[in-house]
């Protein structure tokens, strides 16, 4: 193991102009709220999000379903924790045997609110689930969040090398504000 630094963007977005968006959850899908029952699922969703990802170089507990677990109690039980940007997008499979609808958790999003500013935690879409929006719809909904409660603008931060993510973010309107340096311990890095 040996630390190493990762290259990460501040991204920014000025909510005092947002209307929302009327962007429309594919067939298959549903959207839920944050409740505190469904924080398992937010783990779920986050763990199969990122576990092959680079950011669980990054942020080692999220290639970790213990991880990804903790990682959520700690988020909703801060003090600036925004339920209203909170949001979990399930994908709606039937069973071919028996019918019955089986919803599972593909899709995440949490906010914070810090200094002032909306302050998302993760956006995560289950690889297989990618390319369909969702990304969008769950930053939309935190964006509505974060106005609900007051706040008029919103950060996150991505690393560089996630190309399709810092896309996204500039397709939805977020503009590059700094570099920032993340010191990870990585297996095969130089020590």
Same mark, same amino acid.
């Given at each position: 193991?040996?630390?190493?630094?990762?290259?990460?963007?501040?991204?920014?977005?000025?909510?005092?102009?947002?209307?929302?968006?009327?962007?429309?959850?594919?067939?298959?899908?549903?959207?839920?709220?944050?409740?505190?029952?469904?924080?398992?699922?937010?783990?779920?969703?986050?763990?199969?999000?990122?576990?092959?990802?680079?950011?669980?170089?990054?942020?080692?507990?999220?290639?970790?379903?213990?991880?990804?677990?903790?990682?959520?109690?700690?988020?909703?039980?801060?003090?600036?924790?925004?339920?209203?940007?909170?949001?979990?997008?399930?994908?709606?499979?039937?069973?071919?045997?028996?019918?019955?609808?089986?919803?599972?958790?593909?899709?995440?999003?949490?906010?914070?609110?810090?200094?002032?500013?909306?302050?998302?935690?993760?956006?995560?879409?289950?690889?297989?689930? %990618?390319?369909?929006?969702?990304? @969008?719809?769950?930053?939309? $909904? #935190? !964006?509505?969040?974060?106005? +609900?409660?007051?706040?008029?603008?919103?950060?996150?931060?991505?690393?560089?090398?996630?190309?399709?993510?810092?896309?996204?973010?500039? %397709?939805?309107?977020?503009?590059? @504000?700094?570099?920032?340096? $993340? #010191? !990870?311990?990585?297996?095969? +890095?130089?020590?």
């Amino acid at each position: 193991m040996g630390m190493t630094y990762f290259k990460r963007y501040r991204m920014e977005f000025d909510l005092r102009d947002w209307r929302g968006d009327d962007a429309r959850l594919p067939e298959g899908y549903e959207l839920l709220p944050y409740l505190p029952g469904l924080l398992r699922e937010h783990a779920i969703a986050k763990f199969n999000s990122f576990k092959e990802e680079l950011d669980a170089n990054v942020f080692p507990c999220l290639s970790r379903r213990d991880g990804c677990l903790r990682l959520m109690r700690e988020i909703t039980s801060r003090g600036d924790f925004v339920p209203d940007a909170t949001w979990l997008i399930r994908a709606l499979e039937t069973n071919p045997k028996t019918g019955a609808v089986q919803p599972y958790a593909v899709g995440t999003i949490q906010g914070l609110s810090t200094e002032g500013w909306g302050s998302i935690q993760n956006v995560g879409i289950d690889p297989a689930h %990618r390319g369909r929006g969702l990304g @969008s719809i769950l930053l939309s $909904k #935190a !964006a509505t969040g974060f106005r +609900a409660v007051g706040l008029e603008r919103m950060h996150l931060e991505v690393t560089t090398e996630n190309t399709g993510a810092v896309r996204l973010y500039e %397709r939805l309107g977020f503009k590059r @504000s700094s570099v920032v340096y $993340k #010191a !990870a311990e990585v297996a095969g +890095a130089n020590a």
